[in-house]
């Protein structure tokens, strides 16, 4: 019989987190779920804190320590942008791999990270996106982007996101980027009578960020071309869109040596 992954959360009671709490106890003949983590909670019950029957897995409030006593095999993080860095450098430090959904680390925290986890022959995996229809539309864009260069992402999700462009735009922006000419978009005598009206500007081109309750995570980008647009939109409408991707980066992070940026490095 194959040994059970060992996992830490977290974050395991934020929305993302109780989502992975429950996948974890569902596929518990592949993992086995051993602390959860939050800067405010210790010694409690994580199922009686999320609102349901006790589990038998405590919350630790201290990283470091919850590392060092339940030495799990990997650590799903789901926290904010201002915790991400310092939770991957102390998972580093105690040889344990972490995958990660928070978004928001900046692009020289991601190169740090990216050498250190080499030069450690360490496996983890940040994933902007979980959801297999966001990876696909990240693909897509990039195929179309060669052929039909004018582009701008309208990114929409919860009013409680922290962080904004979100990682799966600027993860999608990136891709554009490497497979579109350079072309000056809009005109160029354009000017913003409202600042920001025009959106972020990304190598060329924009990416707005729309905040509202009742959204999850949603993306569109669009194409423009003589005569013709082309829209490519995902809608996740439940965060158990996530779970899934979550599940695959537990298994797929215990055989790398080296950090993986974006899920759609490790499916086909
Ligand atoms: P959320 O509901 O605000 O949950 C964040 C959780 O992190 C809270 O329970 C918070 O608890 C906890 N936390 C904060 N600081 C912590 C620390 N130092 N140690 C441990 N826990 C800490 O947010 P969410 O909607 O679940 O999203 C979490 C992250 O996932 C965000 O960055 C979001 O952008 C990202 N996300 C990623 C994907 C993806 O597919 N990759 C999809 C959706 C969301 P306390 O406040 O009690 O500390």
């Known amino acids: 019989m194959t040994q059970k992954i060992k996992v830490a ?25 051993v602390v959860g983590i939050d800067s405010k909670l210790d010694g409690v019950d994580v199922g009686e804190a999320i609102g349901g029957k006790p589990i038998g897995v405590t919350f630790v ?30 998972a580093l430090a105690h040889g344990v791999r972490p995958v990660v959904g928070t978004t928001g680390l900046s692009p020289e925290q991601l190169a740090d990270l990216s050498r250190r986890y080499k030069e450690a022959e360490l496996g983890a995996i940040i994933a902007p996106n979980f959801a297999i229809g966001a990876i696909l539309l990240m693909k897509f864009s990039a195929m179309a982007a060669k052929y039909m260069p004018h582009v701008e992402i309208i990114e929409l999700h919860h009013d409680k996101k922290l962080d904004a462009p979100s990682g799966t735009a600027i993860k999608t922006a990136e891709l554009i980027t490497q497979a579109r000419e350079q072309v000056q978009q809009g005109h160029p005598d354009e000017k913003e009578t409202h600042a920001g009206a025009r959106g972020a500007e990304y190598d060329g081109f924009r990416i707005h960020s ?11 980008v669009l194409f423009g071309a003589v ?19 979550v599940n695959m980066a537990i298994k797929a992070v215990m055989n790398l040596d080296h950090l993986v940026y974006g899920l759609e490095n490790i499916i086909d």
Do not use: C, W
């Open 227 to 245: 005569g013709q647009t082309l829209s490519i939109r995902h809608d996740s409408i439940s965060r158990e869109s996530f779970m899934p991707g």
């Open 9 to 33: 959360i977290a974050g395991a009671k934020g929305r993302m987190g109780q989502e992975a709490v429950k996948m974890l106890l569902e596929h518990d003949d592949k993992f086995k779920f």
């Open 210 to 220: 729309v905040r509202l309750p009742g959204l999850v995570a949603h993306q569109e």
């Open 61 to 90: 409030n201290d990283m470091e320590k919850a590392l060092s006593i339940y030495k799990p095999d990997v650590l799903v993080d789901l926290t904010t942008p201002h915790t991400v860095y310092k939770h991957m450098d102390i």
